[in-house]
């Protein structure tokens, strides 16, 4: 990890973006005090994430992004163990958060499917509703009923003023629920922007099929659109910086079949190196 | 954390318990054949000294003498140190390979809290298997007509497991240090093994002899603890060694980046 500065508000979810192997999880176990900075200082809640440790994990929840839980147990022995630890929450609180995720109680964990073990630790992470939530990679493995539950619930502890840190090798992940996202590229920090512009900066692959192929011609004047290559009755384009000029060209085509690709996360990174070097 | 390093180690300690206190009935169940038969005394007396004094043998016959070479001249002493030793490299080392700490660490508890539990829990253990040990041989003893002195017998268990604490929390040291659980055991094994045999070796090799004290054998059983009973500045050695070896720990694993 080098030259990371960032800063996290209250209410905010903040999306930590990034290829495998970027830093993320460095960076995450940086700030539950499991590993130190070199030089620098991590502070979370003002309290110093080392000599404080202990202060700021009892307002703080943690997935880890390599989750390993304790395969003789039970997951409600699991939980209990560390709600025992936290002086908190009662089991009725916890069973509400298993019914919620659909998650089996009494199972041993080592019986355990990759997604429930992953339900065990959100509900770990979650159940206190801490002040800040810390997750690494939560949806991984969960299927998308769940993944939007855990959304919602990013959302309604952002909306109810706690704060949300989490990462994300899925674009469309963290522009589901992250208010910002900071990108991570070689154990830098490349950028940090607000999702929206994320988006218009994004190139997008478009796929276009007309009636009168004729007209396609207009479409190829139209700001931030470059042809990739010609079809018999359409076009595949990129298109830089937002949709609408070419949404407003396509107006008057007769348009038969239109398809929008989300941008890669290899995309969105080269849009910004390009656009550092623009 | 206490209660659950105890709940989670439950199995191996009946196991071990189990198997103690078989071994002890095996050995109690020979010892009529033996007792106050003058044949063996003179067996024993026609051994070469060399051998005598490695294996602990001074009167095969009394109850002390049987004990001391049959139960604590090795195996007891170094069972005790096994099962210790084993629990102690996993003490830290073990939730950190397995990856289990990340989560146990989030929770508001301090590292220091989370070795000195768990050690409290492993010396919990450790005491209690010398209590099998001892109560298999106190209370069985006389129905194989074997009388040993309660202070005596308290004196070799408890030097076998102040020793067996000692290595585990070298091991525990070692393994917080590295987070390596092979290398807790590996060191700790070697070096209480290395212990015993300065100490067993030591009458016979004079070069032995000048750093004999260095053995926490010795320290802990080289003075015929069945016979002379208790000897406070031994324990109280012991007791200094464990002390700083588990401050070594807290220190070591408090600063140290934890593996993923």
Not at chain 1, 50 to 55: F, K, T
Not at chain 2, 66 to 73: N, P, V
Request: glycine content about 10%; overall charge neutral; hydrophobic content about 50%.
């Amino acid at each position: 990890m080098r030259e990371l500065t960032l800063e996290v508000g209250w209410g905010e979810v903040f999306g930590f973006l990034g290829p495998n192997g970027a830093g993320k999880t460095t960076t995450i176990r940086m700030l539950l005090d499991l590993i130190r900075p070199q030089s620098g200082t991590v502070r979370l809640f003002g309290l110093d994430a080392r000599r404080d440790a202990v202060a700021v994990h009892r307002r703080l929840g943690y997935l880890p992004g390599e989750l390993a839980l304790y395969e003789r147990l039970s997951a409600r022995e699991t939980l209990a163990h560390f709600a025992r630890l936290r002086g908190g929450p009662d089991e009725a609180t916890v069973e509400r958060w298993a019914s919620e995720f659909d998650l089996e109680l009494d199972r041993p964990v080592r019986a355990l499917s990759r997604g429930n073990r992953q339900k065990v630790g959100l509900v770990g992470a979650l159940m206190n509703e801490p002040d800040l939530l810390v997750l690494d990679e939560p949806t991984v493995g969960l299927d998308p009923l769940v993944q939007r539950t855990v959304h919602r619930r990013l959302r309604q502890a952002a909306a109810a003023g706690r704060t949300v840190f989490l990462s994300s090798h899925v674009l469309s992940e963290v522009a589901e629920v992250a208010d910002r996202v900071g990108l991570i590229k070689d154990g830098r920090l490349i950028a940090i922007e607000r999702v929206a512009e994320i988006r218009a900066r994004a190139i997008h692959a478009v796929e276009v099929r007309v009636g009168a192929p004729a007209g396609l011609a207009a479409l190829e004047g139209v700001a931030g659109v470059t042809v990739r290559e010609r079809l018999d009755d359409g076009l595949r384009l990129e298109v830089a910086g937002g949709l609408n000029p070419l949404l407003a060209a396509l107006a008057g085509l007769d348009v038969l079949d239109l398809s929008v690709h989300e941008p890669s996360l290899e995309e969105v990174f080269l849009s910004y190196y390009d656009g550092s070097s623009r | 954390m206490l209660a659950r390093s105890l709940r989670e180690e439950r199995r191996s300690l009946v196991g071990w318990s189990v198997g103690i206190a078989t071994y002890c009935v095996v050995m109690l169940s020979v010892f009529p054949t033996i007792h106050d038969n003058k044949a063996f005394v003179k067996i024993f007396e026609a051994y070469p000294e060399v051998f005598r004094k490695l294996f602990n043998v001074t009167d095969f016959t009394t109850g002390p003498g049987y004990l001391g070479a049959e139960i604590f001249s090795v195996i007891a002493p170094m069972l005790l140190a096994l099962f210790a030793i084993l629990w102690g490299s996993d003490l830290a080392a073990g939730e950190e390979e397995r990856g289990t700490i990340d989560l146990l660490l989030a929770n508001p508890v301090s590292r220091r809290r989370v070795l000195l539990e768990k050690w409290v829990a492993l010396a919990l253990g450790t005491l209690w298997l010398g209590a099998v040990l001892e109560g298999t041989l106190g209370l069985l003893g006389p129905l194989f007509s074997l009388s040993v002195g309660w202070a005596g017998l308290s004196a070799a268990v408890l030097g076998s497991s102040a020793f067996a604490l000692a290595f585990a929390t070298l091991a525990l040291a070692v393994g917080a240090a590295s987070g390596s659980r092979g290398l807790g055991r590996g060191v700790a094994t070697a070096l209480a093994v290395a212990s015993y045999l300065l100490s067993a070796l030591a009458p016979m090799v004079s070069a032995f002899q000048r750093v004999e004290w260095l053995s926490l054998w010795n320290q802990a059983l080289g003075h015929q603890p069945l016979t002379t009973g208790l000897r406070p500045a031994n324990l109280a050695v012991l007791a200094v060694v464990v002390v700083v070896l588990l401050a070594l720990s807290l220190w070591g694993y408090d600063r140290r980046d934890l593996a993923t």
